[in-house]
């Protein structure tokens, strides 16, 4: 998308000011693309990545993580090295990042995240009000 394109888009963000600033708004502004924030604070009820999305990338990442650092404990040990100490190198995140990402994000997740059914997804605009309802009543 450039600026003179005829192309618009829709970029949804999740309710973090940080990822919607005023440049950000600008740059979309002058590109053409429609900035929608989410909900400021957004329960998980309401906040469409925490529904699908991160509900499957948490898990899934935080065992990544366990099944690294055992390696390399195991590889310490192997080699008559102490285990104390040995941790996750920053080195490490993308590797540990690759498969949870890409299995909690898949095209199929993120539809179901922004379905809007009323068990699963929340809508695209602004949000699912049923889930708004659901929430309340517990």
């Given at each position: 998308?450039?600026?003179?394109?005829?192309?618009?888009?829709?970029?949804?963000?999740?309710?973090?000011?940080?990822?919607?600033?005023?440049?950000?708004?600008?740059?979309?502004?002058?590109?053409?693309?429609?900035?929608?924030?989410?909900?400021?604070?957004?329960?998980?009820?309401?906040?469409?990545?925490?529904?699908?999305?991160?509900?499957?990338?948490?898990?899934?990442?935080?065992?990544?993580?366990?099944?690294?650092?055992?390696?390399?404990?195991?590889?310490?040990?192997?080699?008559?090295?102490?285990?104390?100490?040995?941790?996750?190198?920053?080195?490490?995140?993308?590797?540990?990042?690759?498969?949870?990402?890409?299995?909690?994000?898949?095209?199929?997740?993120?539809?179901?995240?922004?379905?809007?059914?009323?068990?699963?997804?929340?809508?695209?605009?602004?949000?699912n009000r049923c889930q708004l309802?659901?929430?309340?009543?517990?």
């Amino acid at each position: 998308i450039t600026k003179d394109s005829e192309i618009k888009a829709v970029m949804l963000f999740d309710g973090c000011s940080s990822h919607l600033t005023p440049e950000m708004v600008d740059a979309c502004q002058e590109l053409g693309i429609i900035a929608q924030p989410g909900l400021p604070n957004g329960s998980h009820m309401t906040n469409r990545e925490d529904l699908v999305g991160f509900a499957i990338f948490k898990p899934r990442f935080r065992k990544a993580q366990r099944e690294l650092l055992k390696q390399k404990q195991t590889a310490a040990a192997a080699a008559g090295k102490t285990v104390r100490g040995v941790g996750l190198a920053k080195e490490d995140f993308c590797r540990l990042l690759k498969e949870p990402f890409e299995n909690a994000f898949s095209v199929e997740r993120n539809k179901m995240s922004w379905g809007g059914s009323l068990d699963r997804g929340t809508g695209i605009y602004p949000f699912n009000r049923c889930q708004l309802v659901k929430l309340k009543r517990q």
